[in-house]
């Protein structure tokens, strides 16, 4: 049996009072015409290929007649509010081009492709079932790693913005052969980067799909960040490996590049300079982050059986007893950035 491999089916907790009032504190609820289950009524599908005729696992569905237009509608209504605030003035330019459907995975969600017609520049977003590890995950990433995230919440229904960058499996396969040696040593240091925060997160199941590689052309080089794109596994598992991207059978390509480019002491001051600016962050967000973290320790997110387990297994990693004392996953976190906090000397301020 695969110690690295998830649950395949991961239950959906739902979004309690105490979360709500979280979300609409810090605007990321709204109202919308549309619900993720409208979207479920379509008519038909066909499937999606990539440019070398590869199934994506993506279909492309279609609509009766008589709901189509009430549906586009919606959409651009919903793009309107995650991108202008609601402001609709400029909706007759919009054009719905598609609306695919995953059936991969555990969101399960609807991909969105939304193009002005003066221009012709377009965008996606993402529309899914709302699920309180999801949202915990958004909001983790958007407070403690270096990369913000628009995204809403209406009913039982997740709205969220798309993530530029390039698929890391495809990364591996299509570009990775095309960077220098320099740049190799550039992905491995955000590489070792990425592999903190997510620890540190309890962000899970970050394997090669589930993050992209996002290029960014400064001067005469190449700067590669990792971000991560899925938040299923947000504070679930109760196996510590699974929060470790660098353990995943499709993710050694890039732990290889670790080892080839960087030495232990290198690896060891770019985990020191990940956790050193973590901590900065939890200090500059940190009434959002206690609110947060409240919100966290009132719902349930994970088994039972997983929060004791894994309580146990960070205990025996880190050896501080607070974990042991841990009744949920929003517990463990807390304790586990309170373990930080006190790592760089700023006790004072636990959460």
């Known amino acids: 049996m695969n110690e690295n491999k998830p649950q395949l089916k991961k239950e959906n907790y739902p979004i309690n009072d105490v979360l709500k009032s979280y979300l609409e504190k810090y605007k990321r609820l709204t109202r919308s015409t549309i619900f993720y289950d409208d979207l479920l009524r379509f008519q038909g599908a066909i499937s999606v290929f990539d440019k070398e005729e590869k199934d994506t696992l993506w279909v492309r569905v279609y609509y009766n007649e008589f709901e189509k237009e009430e549906i586009d509608n919606s959409l651009k209504k919903i793009y309107a509010l995650l991108h202008s605030d609601g402001d609709i003035k400029n909706s007759q330019f919009l054009n719905v081009d598609y609306i695919d459907f995953c059936t991969f995975g555990n969101s399960q969600p609807f991909r969105i492709k939304i193009r002005n017609i003066l221009n012709d520049n377009y965008t996606h977003f993402y529309i899914k079932k709302a699920d309180a590890s999801r949202v915990f995950g958004l909001e983790l990433e958007h ?97 510590f490996r699974l929060y470790k991207p660098h353990l995943f059978k499709e993710n050694f390509p890039f732990n290889r590049l670790v080892k080839d480019k960087l030495n232990k002491t290198a690896i060891e001051q770019y985990q020191s300079e990940e956790r050193s600016i973590l901590v900065k962050r939890m200090i500059d967000s940190g009434v959002r982050l206690k609110h947060l973290l409240k919100a966290m320790k009132s719902t349930r997110l994970a088994p039972q059986s997983h929060i004791e387990q894994l309580r146990e297994e ?20 807390q304790v586990a950035l309170n373990f930080m906090k006190r790592n760089f000397k700023y006790e004072e301020n636990d959460f």
Do not use: W
Not at 178 to 183: K, W, Y
Not at 314 to 333: C, N, R, S, W
């Open 143 to 239: 407070i403690l790693s270096p990369n913000r995230i628009n995204f809403l919440v209406f009913g039982d229904t997740l709205i969220e913005e798309h993530i530029l960058g390039i698929p890391g499996d495809i990364f591996l396969e299509n570009n990775l052969k095309e960077c220098n040696e320099h740049e190799k040593a550039q992905i491995a240091k955000e590489f070792v980067k990425f592999n903190e925060r997510c620890m540190i997160g309890l962000l899970g199941d970050m394997r090669s799909y589930n993050f992209v590689i996002v290029p960014i052309y400064d001067f005469d080089q190449i700067v590669f960040k990792i971000r991560a794109i899925d938040f299923d596994q947000q504070c679930y598992e109760g196996n």
């Open 314 to 333: 960070i205990y025996q990693y880190t050896h501080d007893l607070e974990f042991k004392k841990a009744e949920a996953m929003g517990q463990i976190v």
